[in-house]
C-alpha cells in the first residue's frame, strides 16, 4: 500500500482521477500499489517416502527448509544360540540439514526425497543403511546400518545453499563377544548439535545426550537393545535424553522439539531418523528398523530454522501434507 505526496503539500488523495500540480489534497483513501503481492505464510511436511517435487507458491519469496535422513537399521543374528557369542548392533542416526531464507521465485520447481528407515536384517544378509533426505542439492543422508563388532557412523549432510548447517546423526557403539550386549541405535541429528551415542552395557560406556538420543543396551538378558531416538521437525527444543549406560533402560528418548519420538523398543525407532535397535544370537529375528526421514518446509514473514516462528501454528492453518 502506498500513500502519495503532490509537490509538498499533505498526505492524501483527491476525490477522483484527478491529481492536480498544486493546492492541498483531501484525505480520503489510500492509494493501493496492485503490481505488489502480500507476502503468503504457510509450509509444506513431505513425510512420505519417496520422491516428490515442491512449486514454489504466488507470493512467496524465500523459504527455509529442514531435512532429516532416515536412521539404520539394526542387526540381528540369524539363528537362535544359547550363548551370547553374537551381539549386532543398532544402526546409525539420520543427519540433519537446514537452511534459512533461501531466495525463490514463483514457480521454482525443487525435487524433494524424503529418505526410508533402513531394514533390519540378520548377520548371514546384512541390515541395510537408511534414505537420505533432500531438498534440491542439500542432502541429510540416512545413517549407516548396525554390524558385528563394528562402530557405525549416523548419517552425514551435504549444505547445498550459502548459509545452509548441518549435523550428524550418532553412532553405534560396537562390541565384542565379551559380555556387554548388544549395542543400541544412534539418536538422529540436533538443531545445534551431532545425535546421541548408542551405547552396549559395558559400565566403561559413558552416558551421553545428544539432540536426537541414542539407544541404549537391555543389560536384565544381553538378548536386545533399544532403538534411538528420533528429532522433530517443528524447530529446536530440548535435547533428547540417552539412554543409560549400563541400566534397564529404554534407548535415547526424544530429540528436539515437538514429535521428536523416543526410542521405545528394537522395533519402534524414534521419528524422525532414530537407529534401529541391535540383537545377540539368543534373541535371533529381532532386529529394528531405522527411523524414516522427513523434509519440511516453511514459508512467510520472519520464519526461519532452527527456532524462529517454526512451530506449527506460525503457518496459520495453510500446512500441506504429502
Request: aromatic share 10%; glycine share 28%; with cysteine.
Given at each position: 500500500m502506498s500513500v502519495w505526496r503532490k509537490q509538498g503539500g499533505l498526505i492524501g488523495k483527491q476525490g477522483g482521477n484527478n491529481y492536480p500540480s498544486s493546492g492541498i489534497w483531501d484525505v480520503v483513501d489510500n492509494y493501493i500499489e496492485n503490481n505488489i503481492v502480500p507476502e503468503v505464510t504457510g509450509e509444506v511436511q513431505y513425510i512420505t517416502p519417496g520422491t516428490h517435487t515442491f512449486t514454489v507458491p504466488v507470493?512467496?519469496?524465500?523459504?527455509?527448509?529442514?531435512?532429516?535422513?532416515?536412521?539404520?537399521?539394526?542387526?540381528?543374528?540369524?539363528?537362535?544360540?544359547?550363548?551370547?557369542?553374537?551381539?549386532m548392533n543398532g544402526g546409525g542416526g539420520g543427519g540433519l540439514v537446514y537452511v534459512t531464507a533461501l531466495a525463490v521465485v514463483a514457480g521454482d520447481l525443487f525435487s524433494v526425497v524424503v529418505?526410508?528407515?533402513?531394514?533390519?536384517?540378520?548377520?548371514?544378509?546384512?541390515?541395510?543403511?537408511?534414505?537420505?533426505?533432500?531438498?534440491?542439492?542439500?542432502?541429510?543422508?540416512?545413517?549407516?546400518?548396525?554390524?558385528?563388532?563394528?562402530?557405525?557412523?549416523?548419517g552425514t549432510v551435504t549444505p547445498g545453499y550459502g548459509g545452509a548447517v548441518g549435523f550428524s546423526g550418532g553412532g553405534s557403539s560396537g562390541t565384542g563377544s565379551s559380555g556387554n550386549g548388544p549395542a543400541g541405535g544412534g539418536g538422529a541429528a540436533g538443531y545445534t548439535s551431532v545425535g546421541g551415542q548408542g551405547w552396549n552395557r559395558a559400565a566403561s560406556q559413558p552416558s551421553y545426550s545428544g539432540d536426537g538420543g541414542g539407544g541404549g543396551g537391555w543389560t536384565?538378558?544381553?538378548?536386545?537393545?533399544?532403538?534411538?531416538?528420533?528429532?522433530?521437525?517443528?524447530?529446536?527444543?530440548?535435547?533428547?535424553?540417552?539412554?543409560?549406560?549400563?541400566?534397564?533402560?529404554?534407548g535415547g528418548s526424544g530429540g528436539t522439539a515437538a514429535s521428536g519420538g523416543s526410542g521405545t523398543s528394537?522395533?519402534?525407532?524414534?521419528?524422525?531418523?532414530?537407529?534401529g535397535g541391535g540383537n545377540s544370537s539368543n534373541y535371533s529375528g529381532f532386529g529394528g528398523d531405522g527411523g524414516q526421514g522427513v523434509v519440511r518446509v516453511i514459508f512467510g514473514t520472519g520464519r526461519a530454522f532452527p527456532s524462529t516462528n517454526t512451530?506449527?501454528?506460525?503457518?496459520?492453518?495453510?500446512?500441506?501434507?504429502i
Open positions: 507470493g512467496v519469496t524465500n523459504v527455509s527448509v529442514l531435512c532429516v535422513g532416515a536412521g539404520g537399521g539394526g542387526m540381528f543374528y540369524n539363528a537362535t544360540n544359547s550363548g551370547f557369542s553374537y551381539r529418505g526410508a528407515g533402513g531394514q533390519s536384517g540378520a548377520y548371514s544378509t546384512g541390515s541395510t543403511v537408511g534414505g537420505a533426505s533432500s531438498f534440491g542439492s542439500m542432502i541429510a543422508r540416512g545413517g549407516n546400518p548396525g554390524r558385528y563388532n563394528t562402530n557405525v557412523t549416523g536384565t538378558s544381553y538378548y536386545k537393545s533399544y532403538s534411538g531416538g528420533g528429532v522433530g521437525m517443528f524447530g529446536a527444543g530440548a535435547a533428547g535424553v540417552q539412554g543409560g549406560a549400563n541400566l534397564q533402560a529404554l528394537d522395533q519402534l525407532p524414534g521419528l524422525y531418523g532414530g537407529g512451530d506449527l501454528s506460525s503457518s496459520n492453518g495453510n500446512v500441506t501434507v
